[in-house]
C-alpha cells in the first residue's frame, strides 16, 4: 500500500518556473507510472503527463508539451515535475497518482496524493 504526497506548490508569476515533487512511500515503482494531473474550480481533472518507473519514459499532454517535464530519482522514491514558462491557465490543484499501466484516464490511477495548489498569476 503506497502513499502519495505533493510539494513544492505556490503562486508565481506568468512565465516562471515552478517545481512539484511526489514523495512515495512504501514498494518502489519498478513495475508502476506515476502520473500528474491537475483540477482548476469547476473543472474536470486534467492528464498532465506520465511516467514510467522502470526506465524513465515520459508521455505529456499536448498543453504542457515543451514546457513540462517529468522525471523521477528512483534511490529517493521521488517523482517531479518541472514546470517552465507557465502560464495562468496552468492555475490548477496538481496531483501525483500511480498506476499499473500507460493510461492518461484518471480513473485508471487507484492511489492519490492529496494534491498541492499551482497559481500562477497575469
Known amino acids: 500500500q503506497v502513499q502519495l504526497v505533493e510539494s513544492g506548490g505556490g503562486l508565481v508569476q506568468a512565465g516562471g518556473s515552478l517545481r512539484l515533487s511526489c514523495a512515495a512511500s512504501?514498494?518502489?515503482?519498478?513495475?508502476?507510472?506515476m502520473g500528474w494531473f491537475r483540477q482548476a474550480p469547476g473543472k474536470e481533472r486534467e492528464y498532465v503527463g506520465r511516467?514510467?518507473?522502470?526506465?524513465?519514459?515520459?508521455n505529456y499532454a499536448d498543453s504542457v508539451k515543451g514546457r513540462f517535464t517529468i522525471s523521477r530519482d528512483i534511490s529517493k522514491n521521488t517523482g517531479d515535475l518541472q514546470m517552465n514558462s507557465l502560464k495562468p491557465e496552468d492555475t490548477a490543484i496538481y496531483y501525483c497518482?500511480?498506476?499499473?499501466?500507460?493510461?492518461?484516464?484518471?480513473?485508471?490511477?487507484?492511489?492519490w496524493g492529496p494534491g498541492t495548489q499551482v497559481t500562477v498569476s497575469s
Open positions: 497518482a500511480v498506476s499499473y499501466g500507460a493510461y492518461s484516464d484518471y480513473r485508471r490511477f487507484g492511489t
Open positions: 512504501g514498494r518502489t515503482f519498478s513495475s508502476n507510472v
Open positions: 511516467i514510467r518507473w522502470s526506465d524513465g519514459y515520459t
